[in-house]
T-cell receptor, first 113, second 111 residues
């Protein structure tokens, strides 16, 4: 069964450093998403991506964040200058159509020290 | 008013019990609805979509009530493995397709 994969599973970084989180969506999916979940809180939408551009983004997704699909399989989330409050689990998801079910990757746990 | 609300629980039930959760949403333009389950420190996994006509998958039944703006999830014959947090997800229509998650309802099934 096809699945979304994410690397690394855990990333520890110093405040102010840049991090890149990687995702490989399901191969025939066209819509890609990033979410974050701070420990003990709800899953929060960050951004959706379709046809090589951002289609929606939330207030959380400020100038420190960017997304890219550098090739035919990877989908990345970059945080330019991490803050302590960026510590969270980051989930990538994909869907075949807008409004359809989304399938989530196992997440990357980001710890900012 | 919160966009998507769920009773956090926990719902503590014995094996074999029937349990139901509700999820209310505030925006009447909401178009798509889903139930996910999330185990501790794991990713959300799709449980089922919620259609206007309802949806049943084995022991799980989901219903949508547009008039009262809520969706429900019924679990029959609870198993120990059903213990998890159940997340309600609502997607608006009409130009903004941002999925909104509820905080989840915790279910604990005990022997």
């Amino acid at each position: 069964e096809p699945e979304v994969t994410q690397t690394p599973s855990h990333q520890v970084t110093q405040m102010g450093q840049e991090v890149i989180l990687r995702c490989v969506p399901i191969s025939n999916h066209l819509y890609f998403y990033w979410y974050r979940q701070i420990l003990g809180q709800k899953v929060e939408f960050l951004v959706s991506f379709y046809n090589n551009e951002i289609s929606e983004k939330s207030e959380i997704f400020d100038d420190q964040f960017s997304v890219e699909r550098p090739d035919g399989s990877n989908f990345t989330l970059k945080i330019r200058s991490t803050k302590l409050e960026d510590s969270a689990m980051y989930f990538c998801a994909s869907s075949d159509q807008l409004n359809n079910e989304q399938f989530f990757g196992p997440g990357t746990r980001l710890t900012v020290l | 008013r919160k966009e998507v609300e769920q009773d956090p629980g926990p719902f503590n039930v014995p094996e074999g019990a029937t349990v139901a959760f509700n999820c209310t949403y505030s925006n009447s333009a909401s178009q798509s609805f889903f139930w996910y389950r999330q185990d501790c420190r794991k990713e959300p996994k799709l449980l089922m979509s919620v259609y206007s006509s309802g949806n049943e998958d084995g022991r799980f039944t989901a219903q949508l009530n547009r008039a009262s703006q809520y969706i429900s999830l019924l679990i029959r014959d609870s198993k120990l493995s059903d213990s998890a947090t159940y997340l309600c997800v609502v997607i608006l229509s009409g130009g903004s397709y941002i999925p909104t998650f509820g905080r989840g309802t915790s279910l604990i099934v005990h022997p």
